[in-house]
């Protein structure tokens, strides 16, 4: 018995000739899932029940009814792609149109043969856009950009009806609609041939929104490499995240003379909206997917936008999903910033964010079995949990008090001269001893730095700190949920080996208990407050990470000992935001050429291969996460109770503005090798204070100085050593200082304005690296930083060498550029307090280097 296809309207029949002129047949797949989705894509109703049809054992649908990109060629023969959903139904040879079960009949049924008034002929699509917009379910800014648009559309419905294949225009038109909003667009659906946007991984809005080269757009060429990556089997490649974050630029209306078209409008990768009523783009939407079983990294492209919505990024986030998919890439996490827009994104996907239920997970496609888990980027949440802290000043839980000011004091102490009363084996009675603390500003605010500092200044004696029992607790509490989900600390290392999964439980156990019971002064639970995003950032990260481990280390291809929990943060991604701006070459937001320019440079050079963050960046993962937490420091936060003032130098060391005067001669200097020796000291500690004002290492900061070894260690509290009022340097910065004065001594006069170039100043320090090579090992503490990178030459090591170098360099050959310091005036007051110490006052009278 020859079958027909089981599309309304088509004639088509499995037959030879049929098979003669390239039309094969298919049968509906076994799998329950697949299955309801042809269903609903042949879009059919029993005549006799009126409820949706039912596909018998014989039903097929022919090869017509799905897009090119739907099959794979084997030779001479083809065949349909696994998860392939048929999209094309021609609707001319429909002879009853038969509305799709779930809608209502009286607005989809098309009128029947001798019925089909004036009011149905003369329905079109703007007719239709103004009526959406008056049920207001599109706004009158979409309406008025859709009709300036695309008015070289067909207006009438049966012009539609009659065109077998889309067109440009309705590309654009209905990728336009469907991202900017979903109801609207399945309404429209109902009564156009347009396609279904999500049926299946292979639907063809993907395609529709990629570009090659460097265009808006999914990028082809990075999609390509992954897929050869998966057909060869490479098992780093089957399982991923996606991360999704946005980036300023500037509204610039451009001419391109290579395609001749004016740039500088929203591009969502179907073509530019480029009419005169259309929008300049004001920001871009980059993609990202990161290997979850092994750290490799590949932007997935970018789009022009001029305002986005969460709806807008859910539709988007759903579509890199179904092109991942495709090619054969599982998706299991989905990654975006703590903020308004990155909350708004997750409930359109279907994530709960409610401390009594929370769902971490959506489905895609929606109503299969496949899950995403959903995070957020920990960096932001801790943003957000830093500005709840700073509006409340003071939170409580089950008996413990938090206070806000305990950070402020410590940020503020920076630098204190701590006097005590001699020991009796000095022999000196009445004496007394004295020892300098040091704050390392570079200290990240929540860290196990802080909590020991802040235990420390309290076992010290120090008034400021004497109820901060409840603040260690908390700022111990985070510190250790950071570990957790930056990979690194106790926590981190092996996040998820199964002997250490029951500690790293446990402690998401304790901090749901700790922010669900968390109270303001008034006793109002934060965790309902309008401070409350960053606390249920982690609450949900921590569910998610639960379920991957529950259900995704049985996983072909993950390793079972642990997952990368580096791949659900917007670190990769935000390195590769910073490589842009510099590609750029702009300090401020980038225009719309400029980004295009340096995203086609960085897509070029773009390695994915596994265990590379990102080709383009040399900066290891320790220095991403640092570099994003910078307004996370110490450092920020006494920068915002206490703006810096200008550099200062000790008036207690004359001979180290000796040495800067361009009459000094180096000469006179070496008459008295001791005054030659301490000036050098002198600038090398100068040298290093200033470096201290920039430095985002806790690790690099500390190494600068010269430490008490006689006193107890602390993180982010430095015992260092002062002479006269000056910061005694390492033994490594003094040796890297000497040696660039001895090159200086060799290598000409320091004022001659011939040798005051670029050039020369390269030359120089040149000179001086072949003079350290060969040499001791420098800085003994910062042995870890040598094997941090790929490359030595850009670790924290020898960036800190070249820095030291260039830093001495310049105060030596550009003496004008450092004559006008400010010199601090007047003698420091000492505050007595309870015990035995001498400390100065709480604020502003700190000695500052």
Request: aromatic content about 8%; hydrophobic content about 35%; overall charge positive.
């Amino acid at each position: 018995m020859t079958r027909s296809c089981s599309a309304l309207g088509c004639t088509a029949r499995d037959t030879g000739r049929s098979r003669e002129r390239g039309i094969s047949f298919h049968q509906f797949p076994v799998d329950a899932a697949q299955r309801r989705e042809w269903i609903r894509a042949v879009n059919r109703v029993d005549p006799r029940s009126r409820r949706a049809w039912r596909p018998g054992p014989g039903a097929i649908l022919c090869s017509r009814h799905f897009a090119e990109g739907d099959f794979e060629r084997y030779g001479l023969r083809r065949k349909l792609r696994r998860g392939a959903v048929p999209s094309r139904f021609p609707p001319s040879g429909q002879k009853a149109a038969e509305p799709p079960p779930d809608a209502p009949r009286h607005q989809q049924q098309p009128p029947a043969a001798g019925r089909c008034g004036p009011a149905h002929r003369r329905r079109t699509v703007p007719s239709i856009l103004r009526e959406l917009a008056e049920k207001r379910q599109l706004s009158e800014e979409i309406v008025s950009l859709l009709q300036a648009q695309f008015s070289d559309l067909p207006r009438e419905l049966h012009s539609w009806r009659q065109m077998a294949d889309y067109s440009p225009e309705m590309k654009q038109f209905a990728c336009l609609l469907h991202l900017y909003h979903i109801k609207a667009y399945d309404y429209l659906r109902k009564i156009l041939p347009l396609p279904h946007p999500i049926t299946s991984s292979l639907s063809c809005f993907p395609s529709w929104l990629s570009s090659n080269e460097a265009a808006a757009g999914f990028s082809n060429d990075i999609f390509l490499r992954l897929q050869e990556m998966v057909e060869r089997g490479d098992q780093a490649y089957r399982y991923c995240a996606v991360l999704v974050q946005d980036m300023s630029l500037q509204k610039q209306q451009e001419w391109d003379p290579q395609t001749k078209q004016l740039t500088g409008f929203v591009d969502l990768g179907a073509g530019i909206l480029d009419a005169d009523e259309a929008p300049l783009a004001s920001e871009a939407i980059i993609l990202m997917a990161i290997g979850i079983a092994s750290p490799w990294t590949a932007p997935l492209g970018y789009f022009f936008v001029n305002s986005t919505s969460g709806h807008f990024l859910a539709q988007l986030l759903r579509q890199a999903i179904n092109k991942l998919n495709n090619i054969g890439i599982v998706v299991l996490a989905v990654t975006s910033g703590a903020s308004a827009r990155g909350a708004e994104t997750a409930r359109a996907l279907g994530i709960r964010i409610d401390p009594k239920r929370i769902q971490c997970t959506f489905q895609h496609p929606p109503g299969s079995a496949h899950s995403i888990a959903y995070f957020f980027d920990v960096c932001h949440a801790l943003q957000l949990i830093r500005n709840a802290l700073q509006c409340f000043q003071k939170v409580e839980c089950l008996g413990d008090t938090m206070w806000w000011q305990h950070v402020v004091e410590l940020a503020a102490l920076r630098e204190r001269r701590v006097l005590e009363p001699c020991s009796p084996e000095s022999g000196r009675a009445g004496s007394k001893g004295s020892y300098h603390l040091k704050v390392n500003l570079a200290t990240l605010l929540f860290s196990e730095g802080v909590a020991e500092a802040l235990e420390h200044l309290q076992k010290l004696g120090l008034a400021s700190f004497q109820n901060c029992s409840g603040t260690v607790k908390f700022v111990r509490l985070m510190s250790s949920l950071c570990d957790v989900f930056c990979g690194s600390g106790p926590y981190g290392k092996e996040p998820l080996l199964a002997g250490n999964y029951t500690k790293i439980s446990n402690l998401f156990n304790e901090a749901k208990s700790f922010f669900v019971n968390l109270t303001d002064s008034m006793g109002r639970y934060i965790i309902k407050s309008k401070r409350k995003l960053g606390f249920l950032s982690f609450l949900l990260n921590a569910e998610s990470l639960k379920w991957l481990y529950s259900n995704c280390m049985c996983l072909e291809g993950i390793p079972s000992h642990h997952l990368h929990t580096q791949a659900f943060s917007l670190d990769p991604l935000e390195q590769f935001l910073r490589a842009l701006q510099q590609a750029c070459g702009s300090s401020g937001s980038p225009t719309y050429t400029g980004f295009q320019a340096a995203y086609h440079k960085l897509l070029a050079s773009c390695s994915l291969a596994p265990g590379s963050w990102h080709s383009s960046g040399n900066v290891s993962s320790r220095d991403r996460s640092r570099s994003q937490r910078r307004d996370l420091t110490l450092g920020s936060i006494r920068a915002q109770y206490h703006p810096a003032p200008g550099k200062t130098l000790a008036p207690e060391c004359p001979y180290s503005v000796g040495l800067l005067l361009p009459s000094f001669a180096l000469s006179n200097a070496l008459t008295d090798l001791s005054l030659y020796k301490w000036s050098v000291t002198c600038t090398a500690g100068w040298v290093a204070e200033q470096l201290a004002l920039e430095l985002q290492c806790e690790a690099c900061l500390a190494s600068l100085f010269e430490t008490d070894e006689s006193r107890q260690r602390c993180r982010a509290l430095l015992y260092i050593k002062k002479l006269h009022g000056m910061s005694l340097p390492s033994a490594s910065v003094h040796h890297i200082t000497s040696i660039s004065e001895q090159v200086l001594n060799c290598y000409g006069k320091v004022g001659q304005a011939n040798k005051n170039t670029k050039l020369w100043h390269l030359s120089l320090e040149q000179k001086v690296f072949q003079e350290l090579l060969g040499e001791s090992p420098l800085f003994p503490t910062l042995t870890n930083h040598l094997f941090e990178r790929e490359l030595s030459i850009n670790n924290h090591y020898t960036i800190l060498i070249k820095e030291l170098t260039r830093c001495y360099l310049n105060i030596r050959t550009n003496p004008a550029q450092h004559l006008n310091l400010k010199y601090p005036c007047g003698r420091h007051g000492l505050k007595r307090l309870k015990g035995k110490h001498l400390f100065p006052s709480a604020l502003g009278s700190c000695q500052s280097s």
